[in-house]
């Protein structure tokens, strides 16, 4: 017998059997009860079939909002951060004197945790805090705003907080990106004469192809779960106009609501699963191509 064959597949079965008892069995459960009435209000627990997802894809249902807000957030929050991560890369990928210096400033906040950073930026973004007060010492109180409180400002407000943590690490998969592309493409483009936004097209974004859809993925993966920075933020406020799937899944638990909770993280689940599979695909078929 050829021990070297065995213990690949042998070695597997603990971390499987743990996979299958944390994740797996909690999953199809909480699939389960998401067709049932379960609450903290009743001993008893029907099964009511599609009665709560009907409840949340009613269009006129605070629910279904949590679905639009979670994927507004997805879509916004890449464009503000992949776009900028990718100038900021190309800029420090030039040779710079201190650029390592400038790549660990922009990094830095990636480190933090979501909790810190709410804390610190709900400070800053009160309406007696720094933006606002430095806003008012240079002459410029008119533009004061609450800006966490206030429907016209808030989701700008999670946006720039969420890009300012989270630029530095889109950065950072795009120069080691860039580092990949061979130096004698630019180097011909130079002598053809081609501009920076010609190199960009032609050279830069189709070499760049698989850290773009490394952040994409990443970034619409963190998008469907976002729940830390806007709990901390705004805890779904004003009112419920910020609230997202995962602060639905928490408060309705919160709430005693366990049928809808498990309703609503169970379309979180699926819309990942079907997300993943259509990047991965696209990854693999990508890799293929080049």
Known sequence: MNLNKIYPQYFIFPALA???LLFIIPGLIGIYYSFTD???????INFIGLENYKTIFNAGSSYFSYIYNTLRFTVVSNIVKIIPALFLAIFLSENLKGENIHRAILF????????????????????????????RTVGLGFM???WLADPKWVWSSIYAVDAWRGI????????????????????????????????????????????ITVNLV??????????????????????????VIN?????????GTYGIGSALSTILFVFLGFISIFLVRLMNRREIEL
């Open 18 to 20: 743990l996979y299958i």
């Open 38 to 44: 379960w609450n903290r209000y009743s001993s008893e």
């Open 108 to 135: 830095f906040p990636s480190i933090l945790s979501y909790l810190v950073i709410g804390i610190i930026f709900r400070s800053i973004l009160h309406p007696q805090g720094l933006v606002n007060n430095i806003l």
């Open 144 to 146: 004061a705003k609450a």
């Open 168 to 211: 530095g690490y889109v950065m950072t998969i795009f120069i080691a990106g860039l580092h990949s592309i061979p130096r004698y493409y630019y180097e011909a483009a130079d002598i053809d004469g081609a501009g920076f936004f010609q190199k960009l097209i032609h050279i830069t974004l189709p070499m760049l192809r698989p850290a």
């Open 218 to 243: 990443f970034g619409i993966t963190y998008g469907l779960r976002v729940f830390d920075i806007i709990f901390v933020l705004t805890n779904g406020g004003p009112g419920r106009m910020t609230e």
């Open 247 to 255: 602060t639905g899944v928490f408060k309705e638990f919160a709430l």
